[in-house]
Each structure stands twice: as structure tokens, then as C-alpha cells.
């Protein structure tokens, strides 16, 4: 095995000080930087992949079970594809795989219970089956979530992200400066019953954040509509209003939640 530093190749073996050879880096020549393996069971692309300590084999499964450790995500593989077009969207169980452990990937499927992803957002490992999830702000590992060495890096139209995952350990968080959050939109009527016509303004006391909000009952993110105070939201139907308010420099609100009913 060579040994790269400034000087060119090191060999440990010609090495004449009295030191054991330690603490020699490992350059990377390109990125992303990938591992190989076995797939332990049917593993989709884009999910977290970790491996038994124990047993000493690189036999990838989805999630993170107690005991074992992240390796990285499993990474579309076109070459293998192109060899075996039925593979779909997953590695067979028995066959070899590639995990990604470092770099910049892109996520189409993650976990729509959580944030949807916005730049900057922490990323997190569901441990059930590894599906990546996005938060903005909160601690969601009491929920069976583990927080990744990873951020958003750039959001993808019309969704997912491109998410840059770090080392030295996947299951150490990114240091992230504290901010504060922007204040959380409120209704004006609140919400419950109204007459037909009623105009709902919303409103958040940070200076310059701007509200996005919904009116079918989904999470509210940087894709959906801007409010406006001159344009209204008309309540002529039971609906439910759902909004969220952005400013840079801070966290996204918390999301509001408004239903009406027509009187």
C-alpha cells in the first residue's frame, strides 16, 4: 500500500526514523468517495445503509438498528444497471452495491411526514428503513430519527434536494450556529366559523419574513404560494389554512394551522 503526502509516495517500510509511522493522511482523488459491499437485503437507492460491527463483513442494510454503524447511502449504480435493466430502484439482496460516504447527492425520495427540504435544513436518517428526512430547527430523534453529518445544499424542482454529506462520522451533527425562528404566522378572523366572502389576512411579527401558505391541507414550503395583504385569502367553503413564514438570517417558523367553516 502507498502512502501519498507532499513529497510524493511513502513506503513505511523504508522508513528510517526510530517513530512508529502513524497519523498518515489518506488523500481523496475525487469525490464522491464510495465503498463497496453486499446488500444484506433489497436495498432502494438513497437510503441510509449501515453494516454489523460485529461480524467484521460489509453487509449493507437499510436503517440503523442498535448496535450497528452508518456507512453511507446507497448510491444509483448505472453501471450495474445497465447490466441488469431489471434491478428497478434497488440493489437485490445477495448482490454486490456501492454506498456513497461522502460528498454531494440527489435525493428525489425522502420522508413527507417531515420538513419538506429547504437549503440549509439538518438531514436525518429514519431508523426504521433509512429514508432520509429534512428538519428545520427541532430534535426529532426521540422519534425513532438519527441526525445525520449532512445539510440541504440546493432544493430541486419540483422536489428534492441536493444534500452534501460529511465525514468523520455520519451520526455526528453539524455544528450549526444558533438563531432565532421567525415568529409564527397568525389568522386574522381566527379560525372556526365565518360567513361566505369572509377575506383572511395572515400576519408574523419578524420584519421581512415572508408567509407561504396552503389551502389543501399539506405542509406549506418555499414552493407553495406567497401571501400578500393585498390579496386575500376569500373563505367561501370549509377549508384549511396552513402557513409557515421564512427571513433570512433566521429558522422558518413553526407551521400555523387555521380551519373554517362556512356558517
Given amino acids: 500500500m502507498e502512502y501519498y503526502g507532499n513529497m510524493g509516495?511513502?513506503?513505511?517500510?523504508?522508513?528510517?526514523?526510530?517513530?512508529?509511522?502513524?497519523?498518515?493522511p489518506v488523500f481523496v482523488d475525487k469525490l464522491p468517495l464510495t465503498i463497496g459491499g453486499i446488500a444484506g437485503e433489497n436495498v432502494k437507492?438513497?437510503?441510509?445503509?449501515?453494516?454489523?460491527?460485529?461480524?467484521?463483513?460489509?453487509?449493507?442494510?437499510?436503517?440503523m438498528d442498535s448496535g450497528r454503524v452508518i456507512?453511507?447511502?446507497?448510491?444509483?449504480?448505472?453501471?450495474?444497471m445497465r447490466a441488469d435493466p431489471a434491478q428497478q430502484d434497488y440493489y437485490f439482496a445477495g448482490r454486490p452495491m456501492t454506498a456513497t460516504t461522502v460528498g454531494i447527492i440527489e435525493i428525489r425520495e425522502y420522508d413527507t411526514t417531515k420538513n419538506a427540504p429547504m437549503e440549509g435544513s439538518t438531514v436525518w436518517c429514519?431508523?426504521?428503513?433509512?429514508?432520509?428526512a429534512f428538519n428545520n430547527g427541532t430534535d426529532i430523534s426521540a422519534s425513532g430519527y438519527t441526525?445525520?453529518?449532512?445539510?440541504?445544499?440546493?432544493?430541486?424542482?419540483?422536489?428534492?434536494?441536493?444534500v452534501a454529506f460529511g465525514l468523520p462520522s455520519?451520526?455526528?451533527?453539524?455544528?450549526?450556529?444558533?438563531?432565532?425562528?421567525?415568529?409564527?404566522?397568525?389568522?386574522?378572523p381566527a379560525a372556526g366559523e365565518v360567513t361566505s366572502g369572509t377575506e383572511v389576512?395572515?400576519?408574523?411579527?419578524?420584519?421581512?419574513?415572508?408567509?407561504?401558505?396552503?389551502l389543501d391541507g399539506s405542509t406549506p414550503s418555499p414552493a407553495s404560494p406567497v401571501f400578500k395583504a393585498d390579496n386575500p385569502i376569500v373563505i367561501t367553503a370549509g377549508v384549511t389554512v396552513k402557513a409557515m413564514a421564512i427571513a433570512e438570517g433566521y429558522d422558518p417558523s413553526s407551521v400555523l394551522t387555521a380551519?373554517?367553516?362556512v356558517a
Fill in 147 to 162: 441526525k445525520l453529518n449532512a445539510w440541504v445544499y440546493e432544493t430541486l424542482d419540483p422536489n428534492g434536494a441536493k
Fill in 259 to 261: 380551519a373554517y367553516t
Fill in 126 to 132: 429514519r431508523n426504521s428503513d433509512g429514508m432520509l
Fill in 71 to 80: 456507512k453511507g447511502i446507497a448510491m444509483l449504480d448505472p453501471t450495474i
Fill in 170 to 188: 455520519f451520526t455526528v451533527a453539524q455544528t450549526r450556529e444558533s438563531v432565532s425562528q421567525v415568529a409564527t404566522p397568525t389568522a386574522s
Fill in 9 to 24: 509516495p511513502f513506503d513505511p517500510v523504508s522508513f528510517k526514523g526510530n517513530a512508529p509511522v502513524n497519523g498518515v
Fill in 45 to 63: 437507492f438513497g437510503r441510509v445503509v449501515s453494516i454489523d460491527p460485529a461480524t467484521n463483513r460489509r453487509e449493507f442494510k437499510m436503517g
Fill in 201 to 214: 389576512t395572515l400576519s408574523t411579527t419578524t420584519p421581512g419574513a415572508t408567509i407561504f401558505y396552503t
